[in-house]
């Protein structure tokens, strides 16, 4: 079983910084991609970032230069450093994981957090 845990959502004034935090547990045997989603009110999930084992990342061209994805591979955790933040950036903020549980698994399987929110006041 695998468990994915986010963290550090909450209010924030427009022009704020919030730090979220990703953690994957269980039954792991190696994490390929990760990435963080959101998804506002009544809208559709997007991505916001994704990062690589090897750390190539890439952004929604409405964060870029705002948002800084990384993580550690020795923790199986990824974060996401939220800067200069505007009310349109308010959403339920999801973090996936795409999971091998064995080395047997031809490709790995994506697991989703239970989201965290995030709120941008004007």
């Known amino acids: 079983q695998v468990q994915v845990v986010e963290s550090g959502g909450g209010l924030v004034q427009a022009g704020g910084s919030l730090a979220l935090s990703c953690a994957a547990s269980?039954?792991?045997?190696?994490?390929?991609?990760m990435a963080w989603y959101r998804q506002p009110l009544g809208k559709q999930r997007e991505l916001v970032a994704a990062i690589t084992t090897g750390g190539r990342t890439n952004y929604a061209d409405s964060v870029k230069g705002r948002f800084a994805i990384f993580r550690n591979n020795t923790k199986n955790t990824v974060y996401l450093q939220m800067n200069s933040l505007k009310p349109e950036d308010t959403a339920v903020y999801y973090c996936k994981a795409s999971i091998k549980q064995s080395s047997t698994w031809a490709s790995p399987n994506d697991y989703w957090g239970q989201g965290t929110r995030v709120a941008v006041s004007s």
């Open positions: 269980g039954s792991i045997f190696s994490i390929n991609g």
